[in-house]
């Protein structure tokens, strides 16, 4: 085993960086960026902050929201449709294409993680996925949705969710790893008074 490791480690040597100087360089400004003219917004300052992702190469609509204590790794990557919301604490690990459809909800503490590593790689290389949340669904609070994941449109990966496979539209799904627990209906009639 330790000779197995030894070769890792050497071809992980040889192999080296990830991500090229100019794309570390980038993230660091980026957040640097972020860090000062963006994390201690209130929240109201939602088009500063998407004006802030535009010029880092977000393509955020005009009425998306993202609040100022959301994490985004790499905006290049980050697609957002009108209405689309990305809450507070959010971690948006955008090593691959991350998209919100309208009217999408990533709640607080969520984490869209569109990267991974290949652990039969004896280098440990990392590998990227996309990620698509579709119009009017909800990633609850502190939920995880994996690389290469789609969850169709309305579907719900209630809190604490962890998503790895895709999500059926008009689906709530809840859980480690996350189940099916009853089709999404929409309410038309009048909303019930509170008990």
Not at 44 to 70: C, D, E, M, N, Q
Not at 74 to 93: K, T
Not at 163 to 180: I, S
Request: some cysteine; charged content about 15%.
């Amino acid at each position: 085993m330790n000779d197995i490791l030894d070769a890792a480690s050497r071809n992980t040597i040889e192999t080296g960086a990830s991500f090229s100087v100019r794309h570390r360089g980038y993230r660091v400004l980026w957040s640097l960026v972020w860090l000062i003219l963006a994390a201690w917004t209130p929240p109201i300052f939602h088009p500063w902050r998407r004006v802030l992702l535009r010029l880092f190469g977000a393509k955020v609509s005009a009425t998306a929201g993202i609040y100022s204590s959301a994490r985004i790794w790499y905006p290049a990557n980050l697609r957002m449709a009108p209405y689309a919301f990305i809450g507070p604490r959010a971690l948006v690990y955008s090593m691959g294409p991350i998209e919100l459809g309208a009217y999408a909800l990533v709640s607080q503490g969520a984490h869209l993680c569109a990267g991974t590593h290949d652990i039969e790689d004896p280098n440990f290389q990392l590998c990227a996925g996309s990620i698509k949340i579709g119009e009017r669904a909800w990633v609850a609070a502190e939920a995880f949705v994996g690389p290469g994941v789609t969850m169709g449109e309305g579907s719900v990966l209630g809190a604490r969710g962890v998503a790895f496979g895709d999500l059926e539209p008009w689906t709530v799904y809840a859980g480690n790893p996350a189940r099916p627990l009853k089709k999404r209906v929409l309410r038309t009639g009048p909303v019930p008074a509170a008990s």
